[in-house]
């Protein structure tokens, strides 16, 4: 009797592993300046700090939904937390858009010197529950021994539906839209 109960948890635990979906993984791209990059001059930039809005910052993608409430997509994941996508991601446009050498990127050695320091604080960057990625934010220049110059930028992309793909279409859209906006602010 123990020996058939041994083959039928085996039976059934087998099945719940072949059952549960697989998941997929999902990144952000690089997409090319809107326009070619103008002659910049003055001092390096450097991401310093991107903050998300709290629940959005996790490998799951989130969804919002009616109502304030959002859904998390457990099967359906950026390839690594949302966070350092999006810094990456930015940074890279923003370099794209840039001078070249105007960008510290993320993990570079800083030079000598003095560098503006950015900081980013995302109020938004989800879709839904309308068809659209709306990313809003503040970056803030520092550079030492002047005032703070903060900018606030609100972005929505328009994206065929909430599926997954485009979802990480559209924020890819969005982001390089916002490389765009500091790129032209820092001139």
């Known amino acids: 009797m123990k020996r058939n109960a041994v083959v039928l948890s085996l039976l059934l635990a087998g099945c719940s592993f072949f059952s549960k979906s697989q998941s997929k993984f999902y990144a952000l791209d690089r997409l090319p300046p809107s326009a070619s990059p103008a002659a910049t001059r003055g001092l390096p930039v450097a991401i310093d700090g991107v903050e998300l809005p709290p629940g959005l910052d996790r490998r799951e ?13 457990p099967n359906e994941q950026w390839s690594a937390s949302l966070q350092p ?18 960008v510290i990127l993320p993990g570079a050695s800083r030079p000598s010197g003095a560098v503006r320091a950015i900081d980013v604080v995302f109020e938004d960057v989800t879709a839904g529950p309308d068809t659209k990625v709306v990313l809003d934010a503040r970056w803030i220049v520092r550079t030492s ?9 609100r972005i929505s992309i328009d994206i065929p539906s909430l599926d997954s793909a485009n979802i990480a279409s559209g924020t890819s859209q969005a982001l390089a839209a916002l490389a765009d906006r500091m790129a032209a602010g820092l001139r």
């Open 61 to 73: 993608i989130v969804v919002r939904l009616a109502n304030q409430q959002l859904q998390v997509r």
């Open 85 to 102: 996508l999006v810094l990456h991601t930015l940074a890279f446009d923003l370099a794209d858009r840039l001078p070249e050498g105007m």
């Open 145 to 153: 021994g002047q005032p703070d110059v903060t900018h606030h930028e």
